[in-house]
Nanobody, 128 residues
Framework: QVQLVESGGGLVQVGDSLTLTCTAS????????MGWFRQAPGKEREFVAA?????????YSAGSVKDRFTVSRDMDKNTMSLRMDKLKSDDTAIYYC????????????????????WGQGTQVTVSS
């Protein structure tokens, strides 16, 4: 069973930057997607960003973070990163890494229910 481990979380100030990293113990399928989700206290888990793990690696981002967060991959190291700029207090949450085999429609990548493997999460706290 593939293991996903997140790292890089912490306490930062509003306006700061932070980079999260997800390391996968192995490549799960020949074509799959890795994604970032987050969950704030009392709220449902929500999609943040995702990247395809084949060819050019299309990326997907939630509208709320599209201009501030950048997802990237390192296929040699089997890692995915999330660069977060201009952090807001609303970004405070536990951030999770997840993976899923390639789906017929990319709309599935926005749904946490589609993902098969999950990390334990890393806390990001943005203080004002």
């Amino acid at each position: 069973q593939v293991q996903l481990v997140e790292s890089g979380g912490g306490l930062v100030q509003v306006g700061d930057s932070l980079t999260l990293t997800c390391t996968a113990s192995e490549r799960t399928y020949s074509r799959y997607v890795m994604g970032w989700f987050r969950q704030a206290p009392g709220k449902e888990r929500e999609f943040v960003a995702a990247v395809e793990w084949w060819n050019s690696g299309n990326t997907y981002s939630a509208g709320s973070v599209k201009d501030r967060f950048t997802v990237s991959r390192d296929m040699d190291k089997n890692t995915m990163s999330l660069r977060m700029d201009k952090l807001k207090s609303d970004d405070t949450a536990i951030y999770y890494c997840a993976s899923v085999r390639a789906q017929r429609t990319s709309a599935r990548y926005y749904s946490p229910g589609a993902y098969e493997h999950w990390g334990q999460g890393t806390q990001v706290t943005v203080s004002s």
